[in-house]
């Protein structure tokens, strides 16, 4: 989906070769893109590893999403190395996990200020961040991970669907304030899939039934699927759409009973 070659995007959320955004580095890095890969302080090793593995070397930096100084600074080298940027793609999500296993109703206020610093605040500094380097290239694509857990109720998603409900109302205010500079916001919906961020959530292995069971297309989804989704938004094939939460997850969303 789309041609990237000349192109330059940062990753932010490889944890491990499971990682969504592992695979959305796949997917444009065999398309042609040059990338910055950025990892939260225990992955520095796996992410170095993986790196190895695409086309063109990328540029692994440090950064935790809850720090702006590291956000700065990773833009600071990007820019010195690539001159610009063409697209960003925001994978990183976080909640104690106490407020996934606790009733919601006892959610404390510092669960709800991390899961939201974490998860949905960081899109707004990355787009911000950006925005200098997407002007050198005369616009620029970012797009995000978000879960339906944003609008209907999942079992202990919990402040998580929260934060995911302000990640998707955040996609459509940036998608109207740069759009005028010819930047594009975008989430995709991913239906479950056995990641580390899926990793001991009590009853995941039941929710991946309970979606192969009722999603139209009966079957759950693969991480190289909502990487190409992602790749579309981020690509030249998606320069009219924006503001859009796109729903990758085998049409389970439009299910009732
Ligand atoms: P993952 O565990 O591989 O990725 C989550 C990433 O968030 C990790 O790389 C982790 O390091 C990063 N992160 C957490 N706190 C951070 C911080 N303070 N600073 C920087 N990075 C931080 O799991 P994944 O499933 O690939 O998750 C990626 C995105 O996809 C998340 O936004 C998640 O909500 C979303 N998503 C996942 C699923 C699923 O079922 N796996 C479904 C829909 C959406
Ligand atoms: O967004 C997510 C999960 C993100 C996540 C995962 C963890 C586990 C480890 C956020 N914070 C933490 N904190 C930890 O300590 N998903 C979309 C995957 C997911 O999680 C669920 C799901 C699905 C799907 C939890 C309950 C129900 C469904």
Same mark, same amino acid.
């Given at each position: 989906m789309g041609d990237f070659t000349g192109k330059h995007g940062l990753i932010v959320? +490889?944890?491990?070769?499971?990682s969504i955004s592992w695979a959305i580095a796949q997917a444009v890095a065999r398309r042609g893109a040059r990338l910055a890969l950025t990892y939260q302080g225990r992955f520095e090793e796996h992410v170095n590893d993986l790196s190895q593995g695409l086309e063109q070397p990328p540029l692994v930096l440090p950064c935790d999403v809850s720090s702006d100084a590291e956000i700065a600074s990773v833009f600071e080298k990007v820019d010195q190395e690539f001159g610009g940027l063409d697209f960003v793609v925001h994978g990183a999500a976080f909640a104690p996990r106490e407020e996934l296993e606790a009733?919601? +109703?006892?959610?404390t206020r510092d669960g709800f200020r991390i899961a939201m610093d974490i998860s949905a605040y960081s899109l707004i500094a990355l787009t911000r961040a950006a925005m200098p380097l997407f002007e050198k290239r005369g616009g620029g694509s970012v797009v995000t991970l978000s879960y339906l857990g944003s609008q209907r109720v999942f079992p202990n998603y919990n402040v998580m669907g929260v934060a995911k409900a302000a990640l998707e109302a955040a996609v459509r205010y940036l998608a109207a304030d740069v759009g005028p500079k010819g930047v594009r916001v975008n989430a995709v919906s991913a239906g479950?899939?056995?990641?580390l961020a899926a990793a001991g959530i009590k009853g995941f292995s039941n929710i991946l039934h309970v979606y192969s069971d009722r999603a139209p297309l009966r079957r759950n989804v693969e991480t190289g699927e909502v990487a190409e989704a992602c790749a579309f938004l981020l690509s030249d094939a998606g320069r009219a759409v924006t503001g859009e939460v796109l729903l990758v997850d085998a049409g389970y969303h439009v299910t009732g009973m």
């Amino acid at each position: 989906m789309g041609d990237f070659t000349g192109k330059h995007g940062l990753i932010v959320g +490889v944890a491990n070769k499971r990682s969504i955004s592992w695979a959305i580095a796949q997917a444009v890095a065999r398309r042609g893109a040059r990338l910055a890969l950025t990892y939260q302080g225990r992955f520095e090793e796996h992410v170095n590893d993986l790196s190895q593995g695409l086309e063109q070397p990328p540029l692994v930096l440090p950064c935790d999403v809850s720090s702006d100084a590291e956000i700065a600074s990773v833009f600071e080298k990007v820019d010195q190395e690539f001159g610009g940027l063409d697209f960003v793609v925001h994978g990183a999500a976080f909640a104690p996990r106490e407020e996934l296993e606790a009733p919601f +109703v006892n959610t404390t206020r510092d669960g709800f200020r991390i899961a939201m610093d974490i998860s949905a605040y960081s899109l707004i500094a990355l787009t911000r961040a950006a925005m200098p380097l997407f002007e050198k290239r005369g616009g620029g694509s970012v797009v995000t991970l978000s879960y339906l857990g944003s609008q209907r109720v999942f079992p202990n998603y919990n402040v998580m669907g929260v934060a995911k409900a302000a990640l998707e109302a955040a996609v459509r205010y940036l998608a109207a304030d740069v759009g005028p500079k010819g930047v594009r916001v975008n989430a995709v919906s991913a239906g479950p899939i056995k990641t580390l961020a899926a990793a001991g959530i009590k009853g995941f292995s039941n929710i991946l039934h309970v979606y192969s069971d009722r999603a139209p297309l009966r079957r759950n989804v693969e991480t190289g699927e909502v990487a190409e989704a992602c790749a579309f938004l981020l690509s030249d094939a998606g320069r009219a759409v924006t503001g859009e939460v796109l729903l990758v997850d085998a049409g389970y969303h439009v299910t009732g009973m």
